[in-house]
């Protein structure tokens, strides 16, 4: 994860998985990652407390960079930048 603040970064989409449980979340980000140009960022939203350990995993194995999450009011906002 980076030191920037992630309440003010700008992102390319914003893909709202809040009504999907495990592994919804995960593909839709998947899905959603691949829509973008290198270098931008993706905001995954989800509800499903799972996501904050499986995205930044996902991420590191693929290639991506895990920004951090933002916990709201009954979801997590996850930040990811599409590296490759």
Known sequence: MTGIDL???QVAKVVDARGSACPGPLLEAKKGIGTIAVGEVL????GDPNTKNDIPRWAAKVGHEFLGVIESEGYDRLFLRRMK
């Open 7 to 9: 309440s003010t970064i």
């Open 43 to 46: 905001e995954v939203w989800s």
